[in-house]
């Protein structure tokens, strides 16, 4: 029996097929938002608008949008080695871009490659837990991450993760995984610039985490050094230094989740480099292909790798990897962007630019309904207070707003996050907070 051949070009674009994930989906097919071109800073609607980036797409297009080396450079490789498998087999750009990210990020010499951020996590959570088994501490399978830490969606970053509503309704998620307490404290550290200068003593709770369990039985503890999509929640100073300190002590691995932090967000190659923190294992994704291919990766410190090389040389070390890891597309898309971020000098320019852009989150100062304003690097944060019963509400209405307004912002609860791609102008910087600071007068 043969099917009815279906006319694919005859079909309407009907809005319905597709389940948009982290969407609304009925609001959204009701009054759709549809992006169809971008270039540099700006992305152009379907209904012939232009729009700001001011969240590098997803944290992603660090930078900016449409960048023709990247685009020439897929290009090409599409045209000479389409696909080729990287179990037992490799090609030239996996090995080209694993030394130029070993040559950024100098503590650390081995790379593994996955297609996104959440299975970035997942790798380095299996790694953790590997590593231990090798070094003969098999009995350390507890796995520590934070109270609402984001780590992505797959089920051992949603175990690990500390947002309530990607993980209620998911069943028991991982055993053995115990969390941290977060660390936002409005009480304390409301409108303070940079950094918190109070909260460094929850990381001792890790102490107490280690009393519970005993030592012998954690593998590794995992945190954003800035948790990103639970609202941009900096870590108070001092923190990350103590964890390391904890965690040093107790043979505990520590593994930096750096999706968002990694590549230039915070005027530094990483947020390692940028807090002279060094964890056992960073995880990334996003700005490694600025977006255009998904890519993920985990960097392992040294001597991790070597412990798993004691076995005979034709025994696979570790089971585990992704049909597309290290897939030759993103591969030259990442290369292509790590010279663009090298040529143009955009990890400086982020750094450069940060005073202005603290400048610029903090003139909405006393604006309706904030009652937080935070930046590091080129983060920033608003954080409104959440209409009674109706949590969410104010800030999607302000999201709304601006897009209206022709400016892309990200909401998370009734938090405002901004990230722009690192090739922002000050001009755009001011449009920015201009727009925000209109439209939230405007919103009850
Ligand atoms: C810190 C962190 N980890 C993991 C992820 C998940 O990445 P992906 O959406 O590529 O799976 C994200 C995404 O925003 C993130 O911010």
């Not at 593994?112 to 299975?119: A, I, K, L, R, V």
């Not at 995880?283 to 490694?288: E, Q, R």
């Not at 890519?295 to 412990?307: S, T």
Request: glycine share 10%; with cysteine; aromatic share 8%.
């Amino acid at each position: 029996m043969t099917a009815n051949p279906v006319d694919f070009d005859a079909s309407p674009n009907n809005l319905e097929p597709f389940w948009m994930p982290f969407t609304a989906n009925r609001q959204f097919k009701k009054a759709p938002r549809l992006l169809v071109a971008a270039k540099d800073m700006h992305y152009q609607s379907h209904d012939g608008r232009t729009i700001l980036d001011g969240t590098a797409g997803l944290w992603c297009v660090n930078a900016g949008h449409a960048r023709k080396e990247i685009t020439e450079a897929v290009a090409a490789q599409l045209g000479k080695l389409d696909y080729a498998p990287a179990f037992q087999m490799g090609h030239p750009g996996a090995f080209q871009l694993s030394n130029k990210l070993t040559q950024m990020m100098p503590d650390f010499d081995h790379v593994f490659y996955c297609n996104s951020g959440s299975e970035a996590v997942d790798s380095a959570l299996k790694i953790a837990l590997a590593y231990q088994r090798a070094i003969g501490q098999g009995a350390r399978t507890r796995l520590i991450g934070r109270e609402r830490g984001y780590h992505g969606v797959g089920f051992g970053g949603i175990s690990v993760g500390g947002i309530v509503s990607n993980r209620k309704v998911f069943g028991p998620l991982l055993a053995g995984v115990d969390h941290l307490p977060h660390t936002h404290d409005l009480k304390r550290n409301a409108f303070v610039r940079g950094l918190p200068e109070h909260g460094a003593e929850l990381a001792d709770q890790l102490e107490r985490i280690v009393a519970l369990h005993d030592a012998s039985t954690i593998a590794a503890v995992i945190v954003e050094p800035v948790a990103g999509s639970t609202g941009v929640l900096l870590p108070p100073k001092g923190y990350l230094q103590k964890l390391r300190a904890i965690c040093d002590k107790y043979g505990i691995l520590l593994i930096f989740d750096e999706v968002i932090t990694g590549f230039g967000r915070l005027g530094a190659s990483f947020a390692t480099e940028y807090f002279g923190v060094v964890p056992d294992m960073i995880t990334c994704a996003k700005g490694l292909t600025n977006g255009v291919i998904p890519m993920g990766a985990v960097f392992v410190r040294k001597g991790i790798y070597e412990a798993f090389m004691n076995a005979p040389e034709n025994t696979i070390e570790l089971f585990h990897g992704y049909t597309y890891s290290a897939n030759p597309a993103a591969c030259a898309a990442g290369l292509a962007v790590l010279d663009i971020y090298k040529r143009e000098g955009l990890f400086e320019r982020a750094a450069e630019l940060a005073p202005y852009w603290e400048a610029g989150v903090h003139s909405l100062k006393g604006t309706k309904n904030v009652i937080d304003l935070r930046n590091l690097g080129m983060i920033g944060a608003i954080e409104l207070e959440p209409r009674e019963g109706k949590p969410t509400a104010r800030a999607f209405e302000a999201f709304l707003g601006c897009y209206e307004k022709g400016v892309l912002i990200r909401t998370t609860g009734d938090i405002i996050a901004l990230s722009p791609p690192l090739i922002v102008q000050k001009t755009h910087i001011d449009q920015i907070f201009d727009t925000i600071g209109k439209v939230l007068k405007t919103v009850n």
